[in-house]
């Protein structure tokens, strides 16, 4: 019975040690990513005239989003209604996808 309750005892220290690892990699690697953001996005985007890779460093944003408003801004200049398709942060709440939420969470990354 001895060895049973030995085992079993090295079987859940060994799972606990494994555990605990997984859980500050977790942490460490999600630190480390809203690290980059935070200094990717020390200079601010400017939506007018940004790439898509660009634009995909706003939070909220990934490759359909940041296509949609390179079109719209396109289609905005090519409409005669001047160079800046975004004047402030309202404006991206005309590009088809992009919603007041999604807004207010890119707004203080955007420079215009």
Request: a positive charge.
């Amino acid at each position: 019975m001895n060895r049973i309750q030995l085992f079993a005892f090295v079987i859940a220290s060994c799972l606990a040690v494994v555990f605990c690892l997984c859980f500050a990699m977790g942490s460490v690697v999600a630190d480390s990513r809203a690290t980059t953001i935070n200094i990717e996005l020390e200079s601010r985007i400017n939506p007018n005239n940004a790439s898509a890779a660009g634009l995909m460093l706003l939070p909220g944003v990934g490759p359909a989003r940041a296509q949609a408003i390179i079109s719209y801004r396109e289609r905005f200049r090519q409409s005669g209604r001047g160079d800046l398709a975004f004047r402030n942060c309202g404006d991206l709440d005309n590009v088809k996808g992009i919603g007041p939420v999604t807004v207010g969470n890119m707004c203080k990354y955007l420079k215009f």
